[in-house]
């Protein structure tokens, strides 16, 4: 998409906290689903970089089969420390017709250390924000995000009480319709306690530790993205979030 049909916004108020999403007056349907999906690229994943890339695209792919594909935005973002602000924007929200996976996400070049709450930060508050302006312009809408990590918090800028805020604007359906948001462990079982707690003190959703990087469990990682991408968009207009997305993997 050219970069005339996007729009940038801030996020909470914080200078230097951006997204970006296509001009409302481009979009077609009466109703969107936001999704953003954040990825860890920090030092300790480059053992299965290429597995969790291929498990980014495989998920997007298959958003994309979906029978409400055209009402879903998607925005990819990767964390790490090595980033201003701790994350990097691969793409804002867009439509999933002007996405092509395989070409659009590259090498992951992980290095440097996990800024947890950049990465909920920025995923939470984007879509709040966005929503806020699709909202404005008579759009129904609701939202998911995945925060996929292999490791707790050690290097935000954002604090957990900006997170929280940002949750709980969503969860009380003050700006979109139901907001859900999913923090998954990969290859972080010692680090499951730590992940919970920060879950439960963030304001998200739920935690789920999807167990070791093979690829087996990254390709169930991936469908049950696209399952509940798909089932949170289905609800949009009940009222609430999902009630069909699972708690394990």
Same mark, same amino acid.
């Given at each position: 998409m &050219?970069?005339s049909a996007m729009?940038?916004?801030q996020?909470?108020?914080?200078q230097?906290?951006?997204?970006?999403g296509?001009r409302t007056?481009?979009?077609?349907?009466t109703? /969107?689903t *936001?999704v953003?999906? #954040?990825?860890d690229?920090?030092?300790?994943?480059w053992s299965?970089?290429?597995?969790?890339l291929?498990? *980014?695209?495989?998920a997007?792919e #298959?958003?994309?089969?979906?029978p @409400?594909? &055209?009402?879903?935005?998607l @925005?990819v973002i990767k964390f790490s420390?090595?980033?201003?602000?701790g994350?990097? !924007?691969?793409?804002?929200?867009?439509p *999933?017709t !002007? =996405?092509? +996976?395989?070409?659009?996400y590259? $090498?992951?070049?992980?290095?440097?250390?996990?800024?947890l709450? &950049? +990465?909920?930060?920025?995923a939470i508050g984007a879509?709040? %924000? /966005?929503g806020q302006?699709?909202? &404005?312009?008579?759009?129904?809408?609701n939202?998911? %995000?995945f925060i996929i990590?292999?490791?707790?918090?050690?290097?935000?800028v954002?604090t957990?009480?900006m997170v929280?805020?940002?949750?709980?604007k969503?969860v009380t359906?003050? =700006?979109?319709e139901?907001?859900?948001?999913?923090l998954i462990?990969i290859?972080?079982?010692?680090y499951k306690?730590?992940? !919970?707690q920060?879950?439960?003190?963030?304001?998200?959703?739920?935690?789920?530790? #999807?167990?070791?990087?093979?690829?087996?469990?990254?390709a169930?990682? %991936?469908?049950f993205v696209?399952q509940?991408?798909?089932?949170?968009?289905? $609800?949009?207009?009940t009222g609430?979030?999902?009630?069909n =997305?699972s +708690?394990?993997?």
């Amino acid at each position: 998409m &050219d970069s005339s049909a996007m729009v940038v916004g801030q996020i909470g108020g914080m200078q230097g906290f951006k997204f970006s999403g296509v001009r409302t007056e481009k979009l077609g349907a009466t109703e /969107y689903t *936001l999704v953003t999906i #954040a990825v860890d690229v920090t030092g300790s994943v480059w053992s299965f970089e290429q597995k969790l890339l291929e498990t *980014l695209v495989i998920a997007v792919e #298959a958003c994309q089969k979906s029978p @409400r594909s &055209d009402n879903l935005l998607l @925005r990819v973002i990767k964390f790490s420390s090595m980033f201003g602000n701790g994350v990097d !924007e691969l793409h804002g929200f867009k439509p *999933l017709t !002007e =996405i092509n +996976a395989k070409n659009d996400y590259q $090498a992951l070049d992980p290095g440097g250390m996990t800024p947890l709450c &950049d +990465a909920c930060f920025s995923a939470i508050g984007a879509m709040n %924000a /966005y929503g806020q302006k699709l909202v &404005d312009d008579d759009f129904g809408v609701n939202a998911i %995000a995945f925060i996929i990590t292999d490791g707790g918090e050690n290097a935000s800028v954002a604090t957990m009480k900006m997170v929280r805020d940002e949750a709980e604007k969503a969860v009380t359906g003050e =700006i979109v319709e139901s907001m859900v948001s999913v923090l998954i462990g990969i290859n972080a079982t010692e680090y499951k306690y730590e992940l !919970e707690q920060f879950q439960k003190e963030a304001g998200l959703t739920q935690y789920i530790d #999807a167990g070791k990087a093979t690829k087996a469990k990254l390709a169930k990682l %991936a469908d049950f993205v696209s399952q509940s991408v798909s089932s949170q968009s289905q $609800a949009l207009g009940t009222g609430g979030p999902s009630q069909n =997305i699972s +708690a394990t993997i």
